[in-house]
């Protein structure tokens, strides 16, 4: 168990040493991707004209298991106004994300990039980061790992972008 800790936490720090150093900023384009996912192919272009929440996470991340239930209920709560949630797991044996997901069951998107292409291309620094998208494709939002305490403001976030008024 720990030799599989060690060697998911060294294939993520090596993964993650050699994105550009370049991240994507709000007011950016969010860039297109095709991965897999559990229900076939999931193509950035799919997603246009709905707000995403982009969820970048591995099975190794601590946070990722904080963050798994708060989407899942944002996904309840705002799916019907439009949001579409998605998880990208970039762990390289799917079957240490299927172990993840059986404990930490997902209700929305998830899709899978072993080789970590779409996190390069993003940027991405560390686990979990998400991006909150709007409807046209730009970056409304990049926020890095998770805490319950951010709860509240990042479902602000998904309000204020899906125009959903108290």
Not at 35 to 57: E, I, N
Not at 127 to 154: C, N, W, Y
Request: glycine share 8%.
């Amino acid at each position: 168990m720990k030799l599989t800790l060690f060697s998911g936490l060294l294939a993520a720090a090596l993964t993650l040493s050699t994105l550009p150093s370049q991240a994507i900023e709000v007011g950016q384009v969010a860039p297109a991707f095709e991965l897999p996912a559990r229900q076939g192919l999931l193509k950035s272009s799919d997603l246009k004209g709905r707000v995403v929440y982009l969820d970048f996470w591995a099975s190794w991340c601590g946070p990722c298991k904080q963050s798994f239930p708060w989407m899942n209920e944002m996904n309840a709560r705002y799916a019907s106004k439009g949001l579409r949630i998605v998880g990208v797991n970039l762990d390289e044996k799917s079957q240490d994300a299927n172990l993840f997901l059986g404990d930490n069951p997902a209700s929305f998107d998830i899709a899978f990039d072993a080789k970590a292409v779409t996190p390069r291309q993003y940027g991405i620094k560390g686990m979990p980061t998400s991006l909150l998208i709007g409807p046209d494709g730009k970056v409304l939002m990049v926020h890095s790992g998770f805490k319950p305490a951010q709860r509240s403001e990042l479902e602000q976030q998904i309000r204020q972008a899906l125009n959903v008024k108290d």
